[in-house]
């Protein structure tokens, strides 16, 4: 997975791509 989590549009993509794996480490 690409991790493009600067842009802010992470919220969105990464929420159902990695299935909220922001909310456990947004770092990652």
Not at 4 to 24: A, E, Q, V
């Amino acid at each position: 997975r690409t991790m493009t989590i600067h842009n802010g549009m992470f919220f969105s993509t990464y929420d159902r791509d990695n299935d909220g794996w922001l909310t456990t480490d947004p770092r990652k």
